[in-house]
């Protein structure tokens, strides 16, 4: 049998199982009866276009998109040298202002003071560069 819509594309299974995941979460959440979920999961599976998995999800609404998540992690400081430099540091100092501390025998912990401030350095350097990423703003090395 020849298809008459040339623009048609073909659903692969890993788009079938991504619909059947929302109708699912769709089911779970009470958005769909089980005889709903049931009729369209037979529909999913049934499905050789795109455009007929679509319409199965239609009605439902959209998941937000996830949300960043902690800026300074192992993979960031992989991909930025800068951020490495920066970071390193910033322990370098908090080492010094530490010991320079403990060998003056103050009683009063004053380096918890720059200490803050380095670590919001850190942070704020690590949440720009994540923003300028995903906004495909050019990151300067």
């Given at each position: 049998?020849e298809?008459t819509?040339?623009?048609?594309?073909?659903?692969?299974?890993?788009?079938?199982?991504?619909?059947?995941?929302?109708?699912?979460?769709?089911?779970?959440?009470?958005?769909?009866?089980?005889?709903?979920?049931?009729?369209?999961?037979?529909?999913?599976?049934?499905?050789?276009?795109?455009?007929?998995?679509?319409?199965?999800?239609?009605?439902?609404?959209?998941?937000?998109?996830?949300?960043?998540?902690?800026?300074?992690?192992?993979?960031?400081?992989r991909?930025?040298?800068?951020?490495?430099?920066?970071?390193?540091?910033?322990?370098?100092?908090?080492?010094?202002?530490?010991?320079?501390?403990?060998?003056?025998?103050?009683?009063?912990?004053?380096?918890?003071?720059?200490?803050?401030?380095?670590?919001?350095?850190v942070?704020?350097?690590?949440?720009?560069?994540?923003?300028?990423?995903?906004?495909?703003?050019?990151?300067?090395?």
């Amino acid at each position: 049998m020849e298809d008459t819509h040339p623009a048609r594309v073909r659903a692969a299974d890993a788009d079938r199982e991504r619909v059947a995941t929302v109708v699912q979460s769709a089911g779970s959440e009470g958005r769909l009866t089980l005889d709903e979920v049931e009729e369209r999961l037979t529909h999913v599976y049934a499905a050789r276009f795109t455009d007929e998995l679509t319409v199965l999800t239609a009605d439902l609404p959209r998941p937000a998109p996830p949300r960043p998540g902690f800026p300074l992690t192992r993979e960031a400081l992989r991909r930025h040298p800068a951020l490495r430099v920066h970071l390193a540091v910033v322990v370098a100092v908090a080492v010094l202002v530490i010991v320079r501390w403990a060998v003056l025998g103050a009683g009063f912990f004053w380096p918890a003071f720059p200490l803050f401030w380095l670590a919001v350095s850190v942070l704020v350097h690590a949440r720009v560069r994540s923003f300028r990423e995903r906004t495909g703003a050019a990151v300067p090395y």
